[in-house]
C-alpha cells in the first residue's frame, strides 16, 4: 500500500474509516487489487517507484457525502483527485497526478438532473457519460443535438473542464464555453454554485451563466479549486438536416487562402469543424507518391519545387471538408455561398457536393454513419487508429500507438 505524502498509517487508517462512515463501507476501496483499476496501463513509470498511484478511492453518490470526504481529507491532510467516469485516456486515465492521493470516483453520481428541449439544456452529474445523455435524449425524442467528442465514453462535465472540443458550430463546440452554471464543493468542505444558481429558488440557472459580481468560473477548470458535482450545458435545437461539401484548391500556396475564406464561415457560425486534408498523399484521390518522401530527405524544398511536385502529380494540393447545420434551405444556400466565395478569392478552386442528411439520424441507421461525431453521435471508432484491430487493419502493427492533441 502506497500512504499519502507525510501521512501516518495510523492518521491514513483513521481516515479510510470516516470515509467509510460517509459513503457507506462497499464504497471505499484499498485493497491492491481495487486500487489497480485506478491505475495509468501507459504510465512510463509503470511498475517503477515514480509511478503515480492512488493510496485508496472512495465513491461517493451525493453531494453530502462529497462534501464529508472533502472535510476529512482536510483533517488528516490527505490530498483528493477526483475522477468524473475516469476515461481521459493518454492524459493519465484515473490515475492521480500526486502518488499516495485518495481518488474520489464520482462514476455513482451519475444523474441526469434536467433536460429542457425548449430551452435547449441539460444539467447532470459529474458521472454521466455522452453516451447516457445521448440515449436519454434519443429515447424521449428530444429534438436536441449534442456536440460530443471522441470518443464518446467520456463526461461531458470532465470534458469541458479539461477544455474539450467537438465537431459541430463553434458555440457548441468549444464544451467548457456552452457550460451555463456549475455546482462545486469547495477545499473547505462548502457548497458553491455559480451565476444564476447563487441565488435562491433561481430559474435561469441553465441560461444565464453570470450573476451579480465577478463570473469564476474559469478558475476551476484544469485546477485543483474544487469538485464539480453538477454542471449545466447548453445544447443545440436538433437542425433539419446535414450538408457536406468538399472544396479542392490546386496549389501548395493556396493553403493560406483556403483557411482565410474557412475562418470567415466559421466565424459566422455558418460550418462546423472543418477537415483539411492533402489530397497529394493519397487517400479518396488515390495511393500517395513514393516521390514525396524523395523529395524531403534533402530537407525542405523550395517554394518552387514544392510547386513542380504537386503539378506533376496531377492532383489537388489541398482540401477541406465543411459541414453546414440548419434548415435543408439555408445549408444550400450557405454551400452556394461557399463555392462563390472560394472560386472568387482562388483560381481552380474545384468542389464536389457531398451528401444531404435529414435529421435526426433514425436509430436504426445510426450504426451505417461514417462520421458519427459530426452528427451528435457518441462513438468509440476513433480507437481503431490507434488500436492493433484486425477488423479494420489486416496486417496490425505489433505495438500500440496513442497521441492526444
Excluded at 487489487?33 to 485508496?56: F, N
Excluded at 444558481?197 to 450573476?211: C, D, I, V
Excluded at 433539419?240 to 493556396?254: A, N, W
Excluded at 519545387?305 to 489537388?316: C, D, I, M, S, T
Aim: charged share 20%; net charge negative; proline share 8%.
Amino acid at each position: 500500500m502506497v500512504l499519502p505524502p507525510k501521512v501516518s498509517e495510523a492518521d491514513f487508517n483513521a481516515a479510510v474509516n470516516e470515509f467509510r462512515a460517509a459513503v457507506g463501507p462497499s464504497w471505499v476501496f484499498t485493497s491492491d487489487e481495487d486500487v489497480a483499476l485506478y491505475r495509468d496501463s501507459y504510465s512510463i513509470y509503470c511498475g517503477e517507484p515514480e509511478e503515480r498511484v492512488a493510496s485508496a478511492a472512495v465513491a461517493p453518490v451525493k453531494v453530502e457525502e462529497v462534501q464529508q470526504v472533502v472535510r476529512t481529507a482536510n483533517k488528516y491532510r490527505i490530498p483528493l483527485y477526483p475522477i468524473s467516469t475516469g476515461r481521459n485516456l493518454t492524459y493519465g486515465g484515473s490515475a492521480p497526478t500526486m502518488r499516495g492521493s485518495v481518488v474520489v470516483d464520482l462514476k455513482r453520481m451519475n444523474r441526469i438532473l434536467e433536460v429542457d428541449e425548449k430551452r435547449a439544456f441539460a444539467l447532470i452529474e459529474p458521472g454521466v457519460s455522452y453516451f447516457d445523455l445521448y440515449n436519454y435524449i434519443r429515447e424521449r425524442n428530444l429534438k436536441l443535438m449534442l456536440d460530443v467528442p471522441d470518443p464518446g465514453r467520456g463526461s461531458p462535465v470532465g470534458n469541458s473542464l479539461d477544455h474539450g472540443v467537438g465537431y459541430t458550430l463553434a458555440q457548441y463546440r468549444d464544451h467548457f464555453g456552452s457550460h451555463c452554471g456549475m455546482e462545486v464543493v469547495t477545499p473547505e468542505g462548502d457548497l458553491l454554485r455559480t451565476g444564476m444558481g447563487a441565488l435562491p429558488n433561481s430559474e435561469t440557472w441553465q441560461e444565464f451563466r453570470y450573476g451579480a459580481g465577478p463570473y469564476i468560473d474559469g478558475i476551476f477548470t484544469q485546477s485543483n479549486f474544487g469538485i464539480f458535482t453538477k454542471m449545466g450545458f447548453w445544447l443545440m435545437p436538433m437542425p433539419e438536416s446535414y450538408l457536406t461539401g468538399t472544396i479542392t484548391v490546386p496549389r501548395y500556396q493556396d493553403f493560406g487562402p483556403l483557411i482565410e475564406e474557412v475562418s470567415y464561415f466559421e466565424d459566422l457560425s455558418l460550418i462546423g469543424m472543418p477537415q483539411y486534408g492533402s489530397p497529394i498523399e493519397g487517400g479518396f484521390f488515390g495511393p500517395p507518391s513514393p516521390d514525396l518522401a524523395a523529395l524531403m530527405q534533402k530537407g525542405w524544398p523550395s517554394m518552387d519545387a514544392l510547386e513542380n511536385y504537386v503539378a506533376a502529380q496531377k492532383r489537388p494540393a489541398w482540401s477541406v471538408d465543411l459541414n453546414f447545420y440548419g434548415p435543408e434551405e439555408t445549408v444550400r444556400a450557405n454551400w452556394q455561398a461557399a463555392k462563390r466565395r472560394f472560386a472568387q478569392a482562388i483560381p481552380g478552386a474545384a468542389f464536389q457536393d457531398g451528401e444531404l442528411l435529414a435529421l435526426p439520424i433514425p436509430k436504426e441507421k445510426e450504426a451505417t454513419q461514417g462520421d458519427k461525431p459530426r452528427l451528435g453521435i457518441p462513438a468509440l471508432e476513433v480507437f481503431t487508429i490507434t488500436s492493433r484491430n484486425p477488423m479494420t487493419n489486416s496486417d496490425p502493427a505489433d505495438g500500440h500507438a496513442d497521441f492526444f492533441a
